[in-house]
Nanobody, 125 residues
């Protein structure tokens, strides 16, 4: 499985941005998909996850109400809609896929098997 993240950029605080992650392979619809981020000098942290049919989503507390994860299995793509962006959201954002999770996502990177290359999101104050 190959994951290609896109949609990052430089925005101002309060703006919105939508990240996309296109996946190769015919089994995309079976995977739990996640978004993580990593700021300079910090560990990679969980942002959001979505189950194979979109029936369950999971968010870190600091993005709840501002970020929305969704997926289109027909397009093999998962999205992260980000609104009311803050400077502390600045990071490289990575999409990930898990072949082992099913009923819900996970906060832990070790539970994900495939990773995209990352896309930079910079929020200026």
């Amino acid at each position: 499985v190959q994951l290609q993240a896109s949609g990052g950029g430089l925005v101002q605080a309060g703006d919105s941005l939508r990240l996309s992650c296109a996946a190769s392979g015919r089994t995309f619809s079976r995977y739990v998909m996640g978004w993580f981020r990593q700021a300079p000098g910090k560990e990679r942290e969980f942002v959001a996850a979505i189950t194979w049919n979109g029936g369950s989503t999971l968010y870190r507390d600091s993005v709840k109400g501002r970020f929305t994860i969704s997926r289109d299995n027909a397009k093999n793509t998962v999205y992260l809609q980000m609104s009311s962006l803050k400077p502390e959201d600045t990071a490289v954002y990575y999409c990930s896929a898990s072949t082992r999770l099913y009923h819900s996502g996970s906060y832990y990177p070790i539970d994900y098997d495939y990773w995209g290359q990352g896309t930079q999101v910079t929020v200026s104050s």
